[in-house]
Structures are given as structure tokens and as C-alpha cells.
């Protein structure tokens, strides 16, 4: 559900720290890539039903997130540290605490769990009633962006080309 995180993501991000010197870009990044980065390893490493391996656990948000730490300094580790925290979102998002196998890899080993399988398939198309909660967040996390891209007025003059440059949200 790649609206879903986005806007959950961006919601609890701003409800929590709000407008501050946040770079959403990365926040948003954040929230997409564990399945971006276990997106591209099933096309090469792993194979199985889940569809969440390396990226769904907490071991690769914390590299993530120590890497950020350890390889930036100043306001580039600030804007930065927006990629942890939407990753750690995505996992949120996901409910992975669900598939402990995953979320703690590899504390129990180095098998994945093999359900919640990840929701994204052609099956999504062919068969949309089947899918019902997943299309839920997805109009949820829709409605939600929609929310900012409105309340901080980002279709007016150059609000959303410097939203895009610098990732804040001015009020």
C-alpha cells in the first residue's frame, strides 16, 4: 500500500513534531522503501509468499538509522533522519510486530515468516473485492495527502516546486 504509508507517515510525523525543521521528502522516502528494497531482492535474492524480507525488519531500519547518525552530521543529518523515521513508520503500518520471524530477523533465526503476505499483486486488479481493506488504505492515505496538499496550500504559486526543494511545510 504505497499511499497508505505515505500518508500515515506524513500524519504522524506532523502530528507529533508538526511544521519544524522536518524534510518530509525523506520522511515520505522512508515510508516507501521497505518495500521498494525488499521489492527489488525478490527479484534477485529471495522468493516466497510473504513478499517481506530484509527491508520489514527492524535490523534494517536501525543500519538505516546508524548510518545516518555516524555518515552525516548538522542539517543534513537532520533532513536525513526523516528516512528512518518513515521506515520505521512503513513497519508500523504493516503491523510486523505480526510476523516476529521478519520484524526481528534474525533474532530467531534467519527464515522469514511467510505471512502477512504483502498485499500488492495483480490479484489487486482482477479481483478488487477480495481486496477491500487494502484499497481502504489506500483511499485513506489518499484523503490524507490530499489533506496537506490543501491545508498547506500546495497547488498555490511556487508553495509545492519549494516543497519539492527543501521538503518543509510553510504555513
Do not use: C, K, N, Q
Request: hydrophobic fraction near 55%.
Amino acid at each position: 500500500m504505497i499511499l497508505w504509508h505515505l500518508g500515515i507517515a506524513a500524519l504522524v510525523v506532523y502530528v507529533t513534531l508538526g511544521r519544524r525543521r522536518i524534510d518530509y521528502r525523506f520522511v515520505l522516502l522512508g515510508a516507501v522503501a521497505p518495500d521498494a528494497v525488499d521489492g527489488l531482492l525478490g527479484l534477485w535474492v529471495f522468493d516466497g509468499p510473504a513478499g517481506r524480507w530484509i527491508g520489514h525488519s527492524l535490523v534494517a531500519v536501525i543500519a538505516i538509522a546508524v548510518a545516518v547518525i555516524v555518515g552525516t552530521s548538522g542539517a543534513r543529518r537532520l533532513a536525513l533522519f526523516g528516512l528512518p523515521v518513515g521506515w520505521l513508520l512503513h513497519l508500523v503500518g504493516d503491523g510486523m510486530w505480526a510476523a516476529p520471524l521478519t520484524f526481528f530477523w534474525p533474532a530467531f533465526g534467519v527464515a522469514f515468516a511467510t505471512a502477512p503476505a504483502e498485499p500488492y499483486s495483480v490479484d489487486l486488479f482482477t479481483h478488487p473485492l477480495s481486496h477491500l481493506s487494502t484499497w481502504g488504505g489506500e483511499v485513506a492515505g489518499a484523503a490524507l495527502l490530499a489533506w496537506f496538499y490543501v491545508a498547506f496550500r500546495l497547488g498555490e504559486g511556487d508553495r509545492l516546486r519549494l516543497f519539492l526543494r527543501d521538503g518543509y511545510l510553510r504555513p
